[in-house]
């Protein structure tokens, strides 16, 4: 694969996996790790890029949540939804510190469009959360990588 291949397939595995969608990745940005032809801060930047892009698709179904609750296709359940909604209004923009959890965190972006939370404060702290967990995710797959 290429260098652009592994920074395209990233960005697009971790776009995909803030969307509602259960994918990995972090097993992406593993996997492109272990490959060690691009600079680690490179493919962190790009798995943070994509996963960021993401969650803002999910705080703009949140946005005009509206529209869309009744249709079959809309990924979050009404449970979920509810769940979310009572973390977020109790935690308000902060919670948006746990974007990164599997689960709870992709409805938690999804809630503050809901909650009409402003897209930038949105995006710096889901930016800080996202970063920090492929950060650790790099950090741990280097000591494992090299033993």
């Known amino acids: 694969m290429t260098d652009i291949g592994t ?5 697009l595995v971790s776009f995909l996996a803030a969307t509602l969608l259960p994918l990995q990745s972090e097993a992406a940005l593993v996997g492109a790790i272990a490959l060690d032809t691009l600079p680690i801060a490179l493919l962190v930047a790009v798995a943070s890029l ?14 005009y949540v509206d529209r869309f609750r009744e249709r079959r296709w809309f ?3 009404p449970a979920m939804l509810e769940r979310a909604r009572r973390w977020y209004g109790r935690y308000g923009r902060w919670s948006l510190l746990a974007s990164w959890l599997p689960v709870i965190g992709d409805p938690l972006t999804l809630v503050a469009g809901v909650m009409r939370e402003p897209l930038g ?4 702290i889901v930016a800080m959360a996202k970063t920090l967990r492929y950060i ?12």
């Open 7 to 11: 920074c395209l397939g990233l960005l």
């Open 50 to 63: 994509g996963n960021v892009l993401g969650s803002i698709v999910n705080w703009l179904l949140g946005r």
């Open 75 to 77: 990924p979050v359940g």
């Open 121 to 124: 404060r949105f995006v710096l």
């Open 136 to 147: 650790f995710v790099a950090a741990a797959a280097r000591g494992l990588l090299a033993l």
